[in-house]
């Protein structure tokens, strides 16, 4: 908690202010009414987007992502009445080109107190992925400043900021999507041939970046992974040389490598990865990246 706020028997009471700024744009997202963030905004941003991804991003609300902005460092000022607040920021990171985990990261601070530092959202390279996180902040004052500045290469991307009375709940939920990836080289080489139960068909992510395409698979709950069955590319195996495997508990960040596949043992059929018992979990989330300078490119995976 960042300041002391009225309270009750020492016990901070929520705050009466209810705010939600939305990013490059105003309407109703979530049945609740959004303004502009400009309203609010003590700072400057770099840019603005209105895009629509081509993904279902992690939101029961995905269009609320298709507008925004990008800042290198920015301020809003929110007037609050006193009291503890939830904060939430709806941020976005769209880039699926270059690596993200060395070029995109955050740091922000409320009421000129750091929150996060360095916080990025995602370790490999993904489609555009989304993150609600939630601050809790006692006020005595009126108001909250939020500043977001870039710790790295890429500006950041902001859709949207929620100011509701502590132990509301938010506007815009989040939900999980199977899989996730780079993006695909194409509409025919797509991430659900991974999963189609075909060796002949296969998922390619487009270009090759120089920190390697990745694909991503929730087994919809932790549990132990001795482990995973994969099947090269039929029509370039070879790819798959060097190629690792990671688990996670969290969806975008925080992986453990678990095995990476030998030089020369990516051939044609299919094929086991035992994981050392060490490495076993219980993980969640599993991913496969591919090696640098060369595509995402294999045809089916499971975790038996």
Same mark, same amino acid.
């Given at each position: 908690?960042?300041?002391a /706020? /009225?309270?009750?028997g020492?016990?901070?009471?929520?705050g009466?202010?209810t705010?939600?700024?939305?990013?490059?744009?105003?309407?109703?997202?979530?049945?609740?009414?959004?303004?502009?963030?400009?309203?609010?905004?003590t700072?400057?941003? #770099?840019?603005?987007f209105n895009?629509?991804?081509?993904?279902?991003?992690?939101?029961?609300?995905?269009?609320?992502y298709?507008?925004?902005?990008?800042?290198?460092?920015?301020?809003?000022?929110?007037?609050?009445? $006193?009291?503890?607040?939830?904060?939430?920021?709806? %941020?976005?990171? #769209?880039?699926?080109?270059?690596g993200?985990?060395?070029?995109?990261?955050y740091?922000?601070?409320?009421?000129?107190?750091?929150?996060?530092?360095?916080?990025?959202?995602?370790?490999? %390279?993904?489609?555009?992925?989304?993150?609600?996180?939630?601050?809790?902040?006692d006020?005595?004052?009126?108001?909250?400043?939020?500043? %977001?500045?870039? $710790?790295?290469?890429?500006d950041?991307?902001i859709?949207? +900021?929620?100011? +509701?009375?502590?132990?509301?709940?938010?506007?815009?939920?989040?939900?999980?999507?199977?899989?996730?990836?780079?993006?695909?080289?194409?509409?025919?080489?797509?991430?659900?041939?991974?999963?189609?139960?075909?060796?002949?068909?296969?998922?390619?992510? /487009?270009?090759?970046?120089?920190?390697?395409a $990745?694909?991503?698979?929730?087994?919809?709950? =932790?549990?132990?992974?001795?482990?995973?069955?994969?099947?090269? =590319?039929? =029509?370039?195996?070879?790819?798959?040389?060097?190629?690792?495997?990671?688990?996670?508990?969290?969806?975008?960040?925080?992986?453990t490598?678990?095995?990476?596949?030998?030089a020369?043992q990516?051939?044609?059929? /299919?094929?086991?990865?035992?994981?050392?018992s060490?490495?076993q979990?219980?993980?969640?989330?599993?991913?496969f990246?591919?090696?640098?300078?060369?595509?995402?490119?294999?045809?089916?995976?499971?975790?038996?």
């Amino acid at each position: 908690m960042i300041l002391a /706020a /009225a309270s009750s028997g020492g016990v901070s009471l929520p705050g009466t202010t209810t705010i939600r700024a939305k990013m490059n744009g105003s309407g109703t997202f979530g049945g609740q009414s959004w303004v502009a963030d400009t309203t609010y905004r003590t700072g400057t941003v #770099s840019n603005t987007f209105n895009t629509s991804f081509p993904v279902v991003l992690d939101t029961n609300v995905p269009t609320f992502y298709n507008t925004g902005v990008f800042v290198t460092s920015c301020s809003w000022t929110f007037p609050v009445a $006193a009291g503890l607040y939830d904060v939430y920021l709806y %941020l976005i990171d #769209s880039n699926s080109t270059v690596g993200p985990a060395t070029t995109t990261a955050y740091n922000i601070s409320l009421n000129g107190t750091s929150v996060d530092s360095n916080l990025v959202l995602k370790q490999f %390279l993904f489609e555009p992925v989304t993150l609600r996180k939630k601050y809790t902040v006692d006020v005595t004052g009126s108001s909250i400043v939020l500043n %977001l500045s870039r $710790a790295l290469t890429f500006d950041l991307g902001i859709s949207g +900021v929620e100011i +509701v009375p502590a132990g509301t709940a938010p506007t815009i939920g989040v939900t999980d999507t199977t899989p996730f990836a780079a993006p695909a080289i194409n509409g025919t080489n797509t991430k659900d041939k991974v999963f189609d139960g075909n060796n002949s068909t296969e998922y390619i992510s /487009a270009g090759q970046p120089n920190i390697g395409a $990745a694909l991503g698979y929730d087994l919809g709950s =932790s549990r132990t992974v001795a482990t995973i069955n994969f099947t090269p =590319s039929p =029509s370039s195996p070879a790819r798959s040389n060097g190629a690792k495997f990671y688990g996670s508990n969290t969806k975008y960040t925080g992986y453990t490598l678990l095995y990476t596949i030998p030089a020369g043992q990516a051939t044609v059929g /299919a094929k086991t990865a035992a994981i050392p018992s060490d490495k076993q979990g219980p993980w969640r989330y599993i991913v496969f990246e591919a090696p640098a300078n060369t595509y995402c490119n294999f045809a089916e995976l499971s975790v038996p």
